[in-house]
């Protein structure tokens, strides 16, 4: 299995530009989670889905921040517009529903918004 | 609210034994896992524990007292590549995600 795969695994872009992440789960987890990684907050639950529909949303700081799974291979997350503040490492993590204590993370993207 | 604590940053020399503790506040209980995370990289998982007791992975192991809200992971025989952060992640009151810690970074020196 290739595991979980993101991309780009480096992001460099000027602040107001729309800003998309992608994310490949594992074949036949059914449960997906956006992590934002710095050094000030740590690893941070953004959103998560299970079966494609997204559960919690609560960690998403703003309204500029969007994510979707249209299906069980493929999600995105958006930010539009984006801001230096939202530099950090994205990461993607895919579950199975059978055993939530093991997340499978993907590489991440490095994202830098000068 | 949930929380969780574990220490900043641990030093130890190769082949020598390390303890990590991590202790939770939580609003329901469903399991305590272990992540490490080297420089760069991802983290992946090493351990879990949903009941009482010692659970042992190779030269890893990691415990759990749910009557004390605490857990630790112990390394043993440490070698330069355990160098990482080391992440404890519970899952609470919503069962289907893991809130993590802050980490642990270990310093393993020669």
């Known amino acids: 299995d290739a595991g979980v795969i993101q991309s780009p695994r480096h992001e460099v872009t000027e602040m107001g530009q729309e800003v998309t992440l992608r994310c490949k789960p594992i074949?036949?987890?059914?449960?997906l989670f956006w992590y934002r990684q710095t050094m000030m907050r740590g690893l941070e639950l953004l959103i998560y889905?299970?079966?494609?529909?997204?559960?919690?949303d609560s960690g998403m700081p703003e309204d500029r921040f969007s994510a979707k799974m249209p299906n069980a291979s493929f999600s995105t997350l958006k930010i539009q517009p984006s801001e230096p503040r939202d530099s950090a490492v994205y990461f993607c993590?895919?579950?199975?529903?059978?055993?939530?204590?093991?997340?499978?993370f993907g590489a991440g993207t490095r994202l830098s918004v000068l | 609210g949930q929380s969780l604590e574990q220490p900043s940053e641990v030093t130890a020399v190769e082949g020598a034994i390390v303890q990590i503790n991590c202790t939770y506040q939580t609003s329901g209980f469903y399991g305590l896992s272990w992540y490490q995370q080297h420089d760069g990289g991802a983290p992946t998982f090493l351990s879990y524990?949903?009941?009482?007791g010692l659970e042992e992975t190779g030269r890893f192991s990691s415990f759990l007292s749910r009557s004390d809200s605490y857990g630790y992971l112990l390394l043993q025989e440490l070698q330069m590549k355990d160098s990482a952060s080391y992440f404890c992640a519970v899952r609470a009151l919503d069962a289907d995600k893991l809130i993590f810690g802050t980490g642990t970074r270990l310093q393993v020196f020669p």
């Open positions: 524990n949903a009941l009482d």
């Open positions: 074949s036949g987890h059914n449960s």
């Open positions: 993590a895919s579950s199975l529903s059978g055993a939530k204590n093991i997340q499978y």
């Open positions: 889905f299970n079966n494609n529909v997204p559960i919690d």
